[in-house]
T-cell receptor, first 112, second 114 residues
Framework: SQQGEEDPQALSIQEGENATMNCSYKTSINNLQWYRQNSGRGLVHLILIRSNEREKHSGRLRVTLDTSKKSSSLLITASRAADTASYFCATAPLGGYQKVTFGTGTKLQVIP | DTGVSQNPRHKITKRGQNVTFRCDPISEHNRLYWYRQTLGQGPEFLTYFQNEAQLEKSRLLSDRFSAERPKGSFSTLEIQRTEQGDSAMYLC????????????FGDGTRLSIL
């Protein structure tokens, strides 16, 4: 079963614009991770945020976490055509790091 | 660090046949995971190894599925008597043996059942 749900399911933007994706989850977590998947490829880890953190940055990526609302957002600034991919959030449960549960993903298209 | 390697990349087989996939994790990673991903969905957890010990199995892993990691290095996933519903991408990932570490994924094996 999928723990998280990403919103929107699909997003199409122009190159240079910002893209925001949201993730909601159901149970208490140890950490939340965001991954990118290009078509036909495996997942690439982008950023991990612990449950006691509220915001994290990595290059053009900004992730926020609100544990009271059980939600997270991923912001990609100044998007590029190469950012076109599916983005998934994944949650690691309290007391365990090994079994992460993935959401349904947001398909991002960046138009050059 | 050559990353997680999976073979074959694609497998086409007839219904009822057995198939086996191989995963070579990053060498220093003790944890190894198998996932299944169908079109338009996120990966679904199948099973997890800590070294050679299989510590958790999903209910998705029916009796026709078996996974091994005999020497704590590479792993194999076998599906016996394949069914149409087994068509999916099978992903392998590995991670170090400590908390709050991301998983590193291979490019998967895409299985098509005719």
């Amino acid at each position: 079963s999928q723990q998280g749900e990403e919103d929107p399911q699909a997003l199409s933007i122009q190159e240079g614009e910002n893209a925001t994706m949201n993730c909601s989850y159901k149970t208490s977590i140890n950490n939340l991770q965001w991954y990118r998947q290009n078509s036909g490829r495996g997942l690439v880890h982008l950023i991990l945020i612990r449950s006691n953190e509220r915001e994290k940055h990595s290059g053009r990526l900004r992730v926020t976490l609100d544990t009271s609302k059980k939600s997270s957002s991923l912001l990609i600034t100044a998007s590029r055509a190469a950012d076109t991919a599916s983005y998934f959030c994944a949650t690691a449960p309290l007391g365990g790091y090994q079994k992460v549960t993935f959401g349904t993903g947001t398909k991002l298209q960046v138009i050059p | 660090d050559t990353g997680v390697s999976q073979n074959p990349r694609h497998k086409i087989t007839k219904r009822g046949q057995n198939v086996t996939f191989r995963c070579d994790p990053i060498s220093e990673h003790n944890r190894l995971y198998w996932y299944r991903q169908t079109l338009g969905q996120g990966p679904e957890f199948l099973t997890y190894f800590q070294n050679e010990a299989q510590l958790e199995k999903s209910r998705l892993l029916s009796d026709r599925f078996s996974a091994e990691r005999p020497k704590g290095s590479f792993s194999t996933l076998e599906i016996q008597r394949t069914e149409q519903g087994d068509s999916a991408m099978y992903l392998c990932a590995s991670s170090p043996d400590r908390g709050n570490q991301p998983q590193h994924f291979g490019d998967g094996t895409r299985l098509s059942i005719l």
